[in-house]
């Protein structure tokens, strides 16, 4: 199955011996499909590069090739790993009109939801350190991967614009889609904060699964899937560990009444995130990350929403209706972090 491919990246990177590679598929990504190598007793990771979500894959380089010259001069306690150059000298594989990225692997484990409180906190550390790290990066020179990528205002109107062109909704979509409509007040509240908030460089997509934890979940190894890194706002990076790990059930969930936020994993994450940044957050940015998780949750729930009446044209699916599925669960989760801010103001007020 995979010969073809095997012997084009032997061609492609100076790291492979003429011993047969041992390909096998990796990871639960939405996005680009993701493979394990293995020859020798050593191993990477090949990720066959989405090129109709990254559409500008010259822009990832550019932002990472600044990452590196950072990185070299500013360590990290834990590792970044970047994309390896072929032979060529490029970050990107071209191999039967596929483009391929090459990393290192990092031995460790990779968590869809934490096991114990403690690695929500640590978690937060990590993506904290991250962002004070990055505050020393130049936000102008850093170019956009992905244009609007977090704009909530934008994916409203999308959803909106979609909308108008369709026919009647069944009753499920009409629901969910009067439901995500209500939620103007908060797309209201973000316009405010992009006048006040000072613009950084940020991962820009803080899932939990994107930390590679050490074996003892006892520390972070490294922070991967850096294609978004770009200028942004703390509240999106905070808002998406809130969003995917304070949490009941993963995004996939069905079960609707088991879907809720965890208030004891939301104090851990602020906890751990406050001490990564160490200080390095103004007053404002502080106010702003308590609404992050209900600003990430509804752009994925708007972007789910809009992807299924558009014909799942950007999200993988197992089944049609899995991206209005997810919709729901993100509505869901909102409702439930909206029930609970005043817990969470109080709880920030005392620290």
Not at 10 to 25: D, V
Not at 93 to 104: C, M, Q, T
Not at 194 to 204: K, S, T
Not at 300 to 310: K, P, Q, V, Y
Request: proline share 5%; hydrophobic share 40%; aromatic share 10%.
């Amino acid at each position: 199955m995979f010969d073809l491919l095997d012997t084009a990246l032997k061609q492609a990177y100076p790291q492979f011996t003429t011993t047969p590679l041992k390909i096998s598929p990796f990871g639960k990504g939405l996005i680009h499909e993701t493979l394990l190598l293995e020859q020798g007793g050593t191993k990477w990771v090949l990720q066959g590069f989405n090129t109709t979500v990254f559409r500008y894959p010259e822009r990832i380089a550019h932002n990472l090739d600044l990452l590196s010259q950072h990185l070299n001069q500013y360590p990290l306690p834990f590792q970044l790993p970047l994309p390896l150059v072929t032979r060529a000298g490029e970050g990107l594989a071209h191999i039967e009109g596929k483009k391929y990225r090459l990393f290192d692997f990092v031995q460790g484990t990779t968590l869809q939801q934490v096991q114990h409180p403690i690695q929500a906190k640590i978690a937060a550390q990590a993506y904290g350190k991250f962002a004070a790290w990055a505050s020393l990066l130049p936000v102008a020179s850093f170019e956009e991967t992905i244009p609007h990528f977090h704009r909530l205002d934008l994916r409203y109107a999308r959803l909106m614009e979609v909308v108008k062109g369709l026919p009647h909704l069944p009753k499920e979509e009409q629901d969910l889609l009067e439901g995500y409509l209500a939620q103007k007040p908060l797309v209201d509240y973000y316009l405010k904060q992009l006048a006040q908030l000072p613009l950084r460089v940020m991962h820009n997509d803080t899932k939990i699964n994107n930390l590679i934890f050490a074996p003892t979940l006892e520390k972070v190894e490294a922070l991967v899937d850096l294609d978004t890194l770009m200028g942004g706002y703390l509240m999106y990076d905070f808002g998406d560990l809130v969003r995917t790990v304070a949490c009941s059930l993963p995004e996939t969930a069905t079960e609707w009444t088991q879907i809720y936020v965890l208030p004891e994993l939301f104090e851990e994450l602020l906890l751990g995130y406050l001490e990564g940044i160490h200080g390095a957050i103004t007053a404002e940015e502080m106010d702003s990350i308590l609404f992050g998780g209900e600003i990430m949750t509804l752009i994925m729930g708007l972007r789910f929403l809009t992807d299924h009446l558009e014909g799942n044209v950007y999200y993988r699916v197992s089944y049609p209706l899995q991206n209005l599925h997810r919709a729901k669960n993100q509505l869901t989760l909102l409702q439930s972090q909206q029930a609970h801010r005043t817990r969470f103001a109080q709880f920030a007020a005392q620290l």
